[in-house]
T-cell receptor, first 109, second 114 residues
């Protein structure tokens, strides 16, 4: 059982479409991080959300932390092929930074 | 800074052989983490060090796995003997400060055990 459940697991869309991916847990987190991983590379941090209800924007990417700090979402507007990659959420549990299974996003031109 | 440096990038070996993976963290970072990534299990934390001291190795699968950090600029992850189920991408990451701070990952070492 994953402590951080991400959905969907796979997503294939056309360039220009909007999408939302989710990161859910039954545990409360003091903060959640979002990373993006491209093939053959390590994950790279996109954003950290700290406050319940917080919304952060990174160009076409919008991140939201749930009010109860148990879940988070990532919304991408007008997806581009360059957004293709594995999106991972991560949070501290039991003194360790744990990761969700990730959402594999493919944006086709 | 060149970032977190891992070697080798790819390793193919036969079952029973010893495998040593190497990591150079970012200069000044005092925490170092070894993760393993597979399709089935995603990213799993194997062990992490703080100020060169192993803090939590509860993720190390079994006694065949060992990790060392002899100084602030070098760490190794050793598998002896290796088994096919060890095939995965192994990532090293470093950070400044405590767990939960931003991790900087290396590019990973892809291990295939035949």
């Amino acid at each position: 059982t994953q402590l951080l459940e991400q959905s969907p697991q796979f997503l294939s869309i056309q360039e220009g479409e909007n999408l939302t991916v989710y990161c859910n847990s039954s545990s409360v987190f003091s903060s959640l991080q979002w990373y993006r991983q491209e093939p053959g590379e390590g994950p790279v941090l996109l954003v950290t959300v700290v406050t319940g209800g917080e919304v952060k924007k990174l160009k076409r990417l919008t991140f939201q932390f749930g009010d109860a700090r148990k879940d988070s979402s990532l919304h991408i507007t007008a997806a581009q092929p360059g957004d293709t990659g594995l999106y991972l959420c991560a949070g501290v549990e039991g003194g360790k930074l744990i990761f969700g299974q990730g959402t594999e996003l493919s944006v086709k031109p | 800074d060149a970032g977190v440096i891992q070697s080798p990038r790819h390793e193919v070996t036969e079952m029973g052989q010893e495998v040593t993976l190497r990591c150079k963290p970012i200069s000044g970072h005092n925490s170092l983490f070894w993760y393993r990534q597979t399709m089935m299990r995603g990213l799993e934390l194997l062990i992490y060090f703080n100020n060169n001291v192993p803090i939590d190795d509860s993720g190390m699968p079994e006694d065949r796995f060992s990790a060392k950090m002899p100084n602030a600029s070098f760490s190794t992850l050793k598998i002896q003997p290796s088994e096919p189920r060890d095939s995965a991408v192994y990532f090293c990451a470093s950070s400044l400060g405590q767990v939960g701070n931003v991790l900087t990952f290396g590019a990973g070492s892809r291990l295939t055990v035949l």
